[in-house]
């Protein structure tokens, strides 16, 4: 199992790696203080091993893109947090300029909501990272065609939401 990284490592990746992890978390949360929190939470967690180590089995971005993720997607499931993260509208879309993006936002946002972990975390890569099924994939340690089938199935949900 590798160390933890030095104090001197550790604060030079926090100024390489911070504003990315920061990005990320805004992006999924929605709220510049649940984002700093995730920040904190990362490399904290590299610090006293409450995460998972970084093998070298990937990039640092992608480890970190991929940890943060997962605190994030912690977060939304956290019982907690989840009414507050709900009432301030949590899962920003791309920034649009007409009516329909409050509504596009609010079906995203009781979308994440109500499903299961397997299709909350493949809703994020596939409609906020706009990733590949293969991308998607990797993330998840899953098949190709998993992933599909996963789109596939979000596709319905979707569908089935915007007709009710």
Same mark, same amino acid.
């Given at each position: 199992?590798?160390?933890?990284?030095?104090?001197?490592?550790?604060?030079?990746?926090?100024?390489?790696?911070?504003?990315?992890?920061?990005?990320?978390?805004?992006?999924?949360?929605?709220?510049?203080?649940?984002?700093?929190?995730?920040?904190?939470?990362?490399?904290?967690?590299?610090?006293?091993?409450?995460?998972?180590?970084?093998?070298?089995?990937?990039?640092?971005?992608?480890?970190?893109?991929?940890?943060?993720?997962?605190?994030?997607? +912690?977060?939304?499931?956290?019982?907690? +947090?989840?009414?507050?993260?709900?009432?301030? +509208?949590?899962?920003?879309?791309?920034?649009?300029?007409?009516?329909?993006?409050?509504?596009?936002?609010?079906?995203?946002?009781?979308?994440?909501?109500?499903?299961?972990?397997?299709?909350?975390?493949?809703?994020?890569?596939?409609?906020?990272?706009?990733?590949?099924?293969?991308?998607?994939?990797?993330?998840?340690?899953?098949?190709?065609?998993?992933?599909? +089938?996963?789109?596939?199935?979000?596709?319905?949900?979707?569908?089935?939401?915007?007709?009710?």
């Amino acid at each position: 199992m590798p160390e933890p990284p030095s104090e001197e490592d550790l604060s030079l990746l926090y100024r390489r790696h911070a504003p990315m992890v920061f990005r990320r978390a805004r992006g999924i949360l929605g709220s510049e203080s649940d984002a700093h929190d995730i920040v904190q939470e990362v490399f904290l967690g590299m610090m006293d091993r409450t995460e998972a180590a970084f093998e070298g089995r990937s990039s640092m971005t992608t480890w970190l893109y991929s940890v943060t993720t997962n605190l994030c997607l +912690n977060r939304i499931r956290d019982g907690r +947090n989840r009414s507050r993260l709900i009432a301030e +509208n949590v899962v920003p879309l791309r920034a649009t300029t007409d009516e329909g993006s409050s509504e596009s936002r609010s079906i995203v946002h009781d979308l994440l909501r109500k499903l299961p972990e397997d299709l909350r975390a493949a809703a994020v890569h596939y409609y906020l990272d706009e990733m590949t099924h293969e991308e998607i994939a990797a993330q998840l340690s899953c098949s190709r065609r998993h992933v599909g +089938n996963l789109v596939e199935r979000l596709a319905d949900i979707v569908k089935e939401m915007e007709t009710q």
